[in-house]
C-alpha cells in the first residue's frame, strides 16, 4: 500500500523516523514530509505553497494518509494545513487513518502500535 504521512513536525522527526520504519518493513512504500516551516529554515510563501502543492501530489498518489496527531503530554494536535490534506484526502478517495485513531494498528503486522512509536509520541 501507498502511504502518505501527515501532520505538524512539531511533533518532531523521531515519530516521522519510527513510522517510515515499521510501515517500510510491514510492506508499505510510505511518502513522509521532507522539511517544512516547523524545521527552523525560513521559507517564502512559494516555497510553502510548492511544499503543499509536492505534498497534495504525495498523497493522491496514495491508497492511505496517516495524520500524526499525538503530541505526548499535550494530547492531540491537528493543524488548519493537516486538516485541509485530510479533506483533500477524504475528497479523492484516500482512506485517512489517525495515528490516536482505534483502526491504526491494522497498519502494521503486529496489530499494535509499535513501542517506539509509543515512546516517542510520549
Known amino acids: 500500500m501507498n502511504i502518505t504521512l501527515c501532520g505538524s513536525k512539531k511533533h518532531g522527526n523521531k515519530v516521522y523516523d519510527v513510522l517510515v520504519k515499521h510501515l517500510t ?3 508499505h512504500f510510505v511518502f513522509a514530509p521532507a522539511f517544512g516551516p516547523e524545521d527552523g529554515d525560513p521559507l517564502s510563501e512559494v516555497q510553502v505553497d510548492k511544499i503543499h502543492d509536492i505534498h497534495g501530489d ?3 498518489r496514495s491508497n492511505a494518509v496517516v495524520v ?3 503530541t505526548g503530554k499535550a494530547g492531540f494536535y491537528i493543524g488548519d494545513d ?3 490534506f485530510v479533506d483533500f484526502a477524504r475528497k479523492h478517495g484516500v482512506q485517512v ?3 490516536s ?3 491504526t494498528p491494522t497498519l502494521f503486522d503486529q496489530n499494535e502500535i509499535p513501542t517506539e512509536l509509543v515512546k516517542a509520541t510520549a
Open 68 to 70: 500524526v496527531d499525538r
Open 25 to 27: 518493513l510491514n510492506g
Open 58 to 60: 504525495k498523497i493522491s
Open 97 to 99: 487513518y489517525f495515528l
Open 82 to 84: 493537516t486538516a485541509r
Open 101 to 103: 485513531g482505534p483502526d
